[in-house]
Nanobody, 120 residues
Framework: QVQLVESGGGLVQAGGSLRLSCQAS????????MGWFRQAPGKEREFVAS????????YYSDSVKGRFTISRDNAKNTVYLHMNSLRPEDTAVYYC?????????????WGQGTQVTVSS
């Protein structure tokens, strides 16, 4: 079992930046792809970005490509989402995910989420 704990959410003005972090704990020795999903009020949960264990492969949704960057530090068991040029439509609960097999899902493990609010 893998536990994922997100941090770094908050309130930011449009055009601003935030960095989300997600630390994994629990089952050691596994090589997990990790990523982020988000869910806005009244909308379905959507894929944001993911990264392979080695960081050699990254994937982004079209809506965040060029503005968000995913990275990871395996020594710290942590994945990051660097969010720039934030827009009000980026407002959502952001969930960290992990999977031992696929770089881009489906993902077996989910965090509890962290709120990101972008004001106009």
């Amino acid at each position: 079992q893998v536990q994922l704990v997100e941090s770094g959410g908050g309130l930011v003005q449009a055009g601003g930046s935030l960095r989300l972090s997600c630390q994994a704990s629990g089952r050691s020795g596994g090589r997990y792809a990790m990523g982020w999903f988000r869910q806005a009020p009244g909308k379905e949960r959507e894929f944001v970005a993911s990264i392979s264990w080695s960081s050699s492969n990254t994937y982004y949704s079209d809506s965040v490509k060029g503005r968000f960057t995913i990275s990871r530090d395996n020594a710290k068991n942590t994945v990051y989402l660097h969010m720039n040029s934030l827009r009000p439509e980026d407002t959502a609960v952001y969930y960290c995910v992990a999977d031992p097999i696929s770089d881009y899902g489906p993902f077996d493990y989910w965090g509890q989420g962290t709120q990101v609010t972008v004001s106009s």
